[in-house]
């Protein structure tokens, strides 16, 4: 039993969330659910003692890289086809 | 097209499985990662060395310094080319009906926002001054500082931002920074070491070299961060506005 | 037998890598199936995360620390002075730092991958934000980021690119000769003129690929530009 409980459930929450990015047509949610995907991501850094890559992936990751997605989203076509 | 694409994927889900036997176990302390002479000397000597407490941000700045200095020169050239490849692609091009709102800022957001963005500066320079003895630093601090622009400019909107950090003065702030943190390289070599060795700049600091290297560090992080804050908020104008950098979101 | 301890050694005790590796199979199948390129490139970043998760979890050791110095740990701390004060000769043994015994190293997690994943975050959201900047040029010249629509488009490009000069040629060459077979009874001289004349002028035409292959790209663009309004 080498994993943890917290760390196994945030691992498979993880496998969800960036399925259900790539899952849904309209492209600001999927922006929006890879916000929650870097975000549950930092948690687990931050559960492995990699204080810093998680600080690193709070700010960037779900910060500005959500902030661009949404941006760019802003200027082209919400709906995708697949 | 998508049955065929998983072809690939599978062949390479079934080697790295495969792989994936010889790899040490979670939380192995006697991993070949863990157990390499590298890490070992950094860890026991980082504070020995340098005096910084955190290891991430020596080893991130003085023993990796090289690399530091040119992924920030990475990310300035990528804010460049972003530039590059959005200035003037609109021109002539309306904008689109639906995005055209009228409204005014909202009264409850924008002073909310003008609350807000002076704690996050101070923060942005906590985090950046305080990365020595606690989770931050450099690319951190410039990230917070860019993200408080970005407020202002999803608050506002984007000229209120541009008003305060025009495009221009922040590709000086960018150039800026990467010039601060070659510069701190040539001044330790002109002092008598090597590129980027900071313990030489105790002939010119009153401290001793342990303390030499904290502070040049110090320097080298606020490089960083003038770049990494510059260019996040470009990124963002350009992208928000396609490159015509008024009224944006 | 085998086959068992394989898949619990696999499946239970490197759980974690298993999902790693998922996970970065969803983001290759991403890259390569999602025909939206915004999709394709959550796809990339999916793909980056978890190369990065890997280098994280290989930092992982078991009941260490975060990879700051403790207090009781740290060389210029206060065991440091203690240190200092047994033998305390003069100003030049004052200051003293101690170096990290092995199994306090063992205490801390590795510093090392940490430094190395910090710096790829910071240039992998540079990296996404210049795709992204692409994604709306391409979305500006062709009114469409779907990878098929795109690619019907470019090749309806290209087949007016291919055909366009030599059609032109060719009535061109018709024309000429019937206009030249019209005149041919008023002035004989002046026909063989042209003839050579236009000849020469017809293959450089010919050999230029990439000049009409331009032209007719950016038509298409002006032509898709009133699409995004609709």
């Given amino acids: 039993m080498g994993l943890e409980i917290f760390n196994t459930f945030i691992l498979l929450l993880l496998v969800v969330v960036a399925v259900t990015s790539l899952w849904v047509k309209d492209l600001l949610v999927s922006a929006v659910v890879f916000g929650v995907y870097s975000f549950l991501m930092c948690l687990l850094w931050a559960e492995m003692g990699a204080v810093d890559v998680a600080f690193t992936e709070a700010t960037v990751g779900a910060g500005i890289s959500t902030v661009v997605l949404v941006a760019t989203i802003f200027h082209l076509r919400r709906k995708s086809n697949d | 097209m998508k049955l065929f694409s998983l072809i ?25 990662a863990s157990k390499s002479p590298v890490s070992s000397h950094f860890i026991a000597n980082t504070g020995v060395d340098t005096e910084v407490p955190n290891m991430v941000t020596a080893v991130l700045a003085d023993y990796r310094g090289f690399d530091t200095m040119f992924e920030t020169v ?64 450099g690319f951190q601090g410039g990230v917070l500082m860019g993200a408080s622009f970005i407020l202002i400019a999803l608050s506002w909107d984007l000229e209120k931002a541009m008003s305060r950090f025009p495009i221009e003065r922040c590709l000086f702030v960018a150039a800026m920074g990467i010039v601060l943190y070659g510069g701190i390289g040539l001044l330790s070599m002109m002092l008598g070491g090597e590129f980027l060795d900071y313990a030489e700049l105790e002939k010119i600091l009153p401290v001793s070299r342990e303390m030499a290297r904290y502070h040049a560090m110090l320097g080298v992080e606020i490089g960083v961060g003038f770049t990494v804050a510059a260019i996040m908020f470009v990124l963002y104008a350009n992208l928000a506005s396609e490159g015509r950098l008024k009224q944006g979101l | 037998m085998e086959g068992g301890s394989l898949v619990s050694e696999l499946f239970i005790e490197r759980l974690n890598y298993c999902i790693y590796v ?8 991403a890259m390569l ?9 959550i796809g990339m970043s999916i793909f980056q995360t978890a190369i990065i998760l890997f280098y994280v979890s290989i930092a992982v050791k078991k009941d260490a620390t975060i990879p700051i110095y403790l207090a009781e ?22 200051y003293h730092p101690v170096e990290l015994k092995p199994e306090t190293v063992k205490g801390y997690a590795n510093p090392l991958p940490h430094v190395l994943m910090l710096t790829a975050i910071v240039v992998g959201v540079a990296t996404l934000g210049l795709a992204l900047a692409l994604t709306q040029r391409i979305y500006q010249g062709y009114g469409t980021i779907e990878e098929d629509e795109l690619l019907d488009k470019l090749d309806r490009a290209d087949e007016r690119a291919s055909q366009s000069p030599i059609v032109k040629e060719k009535r061109n060459a018709q024309r000429r000769k019937s206009a030249q077979q019209a005149k041919a009874k008023a002035a004989a001289g002046s026909v063989s003129k042209s003839n050579t004349a236009a000849k020469p002028s017809s293959v450089t035409k010919g050999k230029k690929k990439a000049q009409p292959k331009k032209s007719p790209s950016k038509t298409s663009a002006t032509k898709a530009k009133p699409k995004p309004k609709s």
């Fill in chain 3, 73 to 94: 740990h740290d060389p210029h701390g206060s065991h440091a002075k203690v240190v200092t004060e047994q033998n305390a000769t003069g100003k030049q043994d004052a």
């Fill in chain 2, 74 to 137: 990475v990310v300035f050239i990528a804010g460049m080319a972003v530039i590059a490849i959005l200035r003037g692609s609109s021109v002539g091009r309306p904008r689109r009906k639906d995005h055209e709102v009228e409204a005014e800022p909202d009264l409850i957001v924008t002073n909310t926002v003008r609350l807000i963005v002076p704690v996050i500066q101070i923060f942005a320079f906590y985090v950046l001054a305080h990365g020595h003895v606690s989770p931050g630093g």
């Fill in chain 2, 8 to 32: 690939p994927v599978f062949v390479i889900g079934v080697l790295l499985l495969w792989a994936g036997q010889d790899f040490p176990k979670w939380g192995d302390v006697e991993s070949p």
């Fill in chain 3, 33 to 41: 199936a999602k025909r939206n390129l915004v999709k394709k490139l």
């Fill in chain 3, 22 to 29: 998922v996970l970065l199979l969803i983001g290759l199948w």
